[in-house]
C-alpha cells in the first residue's frame, strides 16, 4: 500500500494543506446545496452554558430530568448528526424519555492559536463540562454517551475520573487498537509515517480522503451500493441524503490531537495496553471502574467487536454489557447507523434506556 510518507504527507506541506483546506470550503458548499433540496439538519433549541478555547457545552430544553446524560461527540465533522431529524434525533429520543441532555461540542480550532491536544480534550474539556452539568444537577453525576473517538475520549475521561460519572454508553467506539483488532487500523497506520511533524491545523477533507484510501468499501463502495439499495425507499433515501449531506460539512481538527491519536492510540494501542500517560498517570483498562454499556455494529468495519471486547474483558469490574447489531441499509456510513438509523432507533435506543434505568 502507498503510504503517505510516499506522498510527501500534504498536510505537513503548506501548498498541499492549503489545496485541502480549499476543498473543505468546496465541500461544505457541496453539502449546503444538498441541505437546500431539504436535506439540511434540523435541529432541537439550545443554548451555550459554558465554553472553552476549543469546546462549548449546550443545553437541551430547560425541564429537570430525573437523570443527566453528557453526549461527547467525535471530534470530526459536526455534532448534528446526533440530532438530524425529529424522527432520526437521539437528542429528541433522550429529550422524551425525560432525561436532561448536554452535549460538549468540539469547536473548529483557531488559526495560529495554541492547538488542543488529546489530554485537552479526553481531561480538561469532559471534567469541566461533567462539573458544570454535576452542579446543575444538584450534585448528581451524570451518564457519559460518546460515538466513534468521541467514545474513546469519553472512556478516557472514565479512567482519569471513574468517580464523576454514573456510566458510560459507547457507540461503534473503538478501545483497543492492537494490530489486527480492525482492517481499517492496520490500514490506517500503515498510511502514515511513524513521525509525524505536527502542522497546527488538519483541514477534514485530508481525514476524509485518509479514511477512504484506509477503507474504501466503508467509506465509498458501501456508500454508491446503499444509495441504489435506498433509491426505492423514501424514508432511507432521505436518511441517506441528510447523511450525505453532515459528511460534506468538514471541519479541521487540532494538529497536535491528531498526531496524538494516530501515535499513541491507533499506532502504538497505549489505552489498552495500559501505558496511555496523562496527568503523569498511566491510564489502561484497570483505571476504568465504571459500568459501561458497548453497542457493537457488526457490519461497521471501523470499530468491531474486536477493538471492544478486549478491553472491557480487562477491566476489574465485570459491570459490563455489549449489544450487537447487525447495521441497516439507507444509512450510507454504517458506522452512523447506530445514531441515524431508524432500525437502530427502533430496537437498540430502548434498549441502551432500559440500561441507563437499571
Excluded at 462539573?131 to 473517538?149: A, D
Aim: aromatic share 8%.
Amino acid at each position: 500500500m502507498t503510504t503517505l510518507s510516499a506522498l510527501a504527507f500534504p498536510f505537513m506541506d503548506k501548498l498541499c494543506q492549503a489545496q485541502f483546506t480549499n476543498i473543505d470550503a468546496f465541500r461544505r458548499v457541496q453539502g449546503e446545496a444538498i441541505g437546500l433540496l431539504g436535506f439540511g439538519p434540523n435541529e432541537c433549541d439550545y443554548h451555550v452554558i459554558l465554553s472553552g478555547s476549543h469546546w462549548r457545552l449546550r443545553k437541551y430544553a430547560d425541564y429537570d430530568g430525573q437523570s443527566s446524560l453528557l453526549i461527547v461527540p467525535a471530534p470530526i465533522k459536526r455534532p448534528y448528526i446526533w440530532d438530524l431529524a425529529p424522527s432520526i434525533s437521539v437528542v429528541r429520543y433522550c429529550l422524551d424519555r425525560h432525561f436532561r441532555v448536554y452535549l460538549l461540542e468540539w469547536m473548529p480550532p483557531l488559526a495560529n492559536g495554541k492547538q488542543a491536544g488529546l489530554a485537552d480534550y479526553a481531561d480538561r474539556a469532559i471534567s469541566e463540562c461533567v462539573t458544570k452539568v454535576s452542579h446543575e444537577s444538584q450534585g448528581s453525576r451524570p451518564f457519559l454517551i460518546g460515538h466513534s473517538l468521541g467514545g474513546t475520549i469519553a472512556a478516557i475521561y472514565c479512567a482519569l475520573e471513574q468517580g464523576s460519572v454514573r456510566g458510560l454508553v459507547l457507540l461503534g467506539a473503538p478501545l483497543c487498537f492492537a494490530p489486527g483488532s480492525s482492517q481499517f487500523r492496520d490500514a490506517l497506520v500503515s498510511l502514515f509515517p511513524r513521525t509525524l511533524a505536527e502542522a497546527e491545523i488538519v483541514p477534514g477533507s485530508l481525514l476524509s480522503q485518509v479514511s477512504a484510501l484506509a477503507c474504501p468499501d466503508a467509506f465509498v463502495w458501501a456508500r454508491l451500493r446503499d444509495a441504489v439499495l435506498s433509491i426505492a425507499d423514501p424514508t432511507a433515501m432521505d436518511v441517506y441524503a441528510r447523511v450525505e449531506r453532515w459528511a460534506l460539512d468538514e471541519v479541521p481538527l487540532p494538529g497536535p490531537l491528531v498526531s496524538e491519536i494516530v501515535q499513541l492510540l491507533y499506532r502504538e494501542n497505549r489505552f489498552c495496553r495500559g501505558t496511555l500517560t496523562i496527568r503523569d498517570r498511566s491510564l489502561g483498562p484497570s483505571s476504568v471502574r465504571v459500568p459501561i454499556l458497548a453497542i457493537v455494529n457488526t457490519s461497521d468495519e471501523i470499530a468491531p467487536l474486536n477493538s471492544v471486547k478486549h478491553f472491557l474483558d480487562e477491566m476489574p469490574i465485570k459491570e459490563t454489557r455489549i449489544i450487537e447489531y447487525p447495521g441497516e441499509v439507507g444509512i450510507g456510513l454504517q458506522h452512523l447507523a447506530l445514531l441515524a438509523g431508524p432500525q437502530a432507533h427502533a430496537r437498540i435506543w430502548p434498549a441502551i434506556f432500559s440500561w441507563l434505568d437499571m
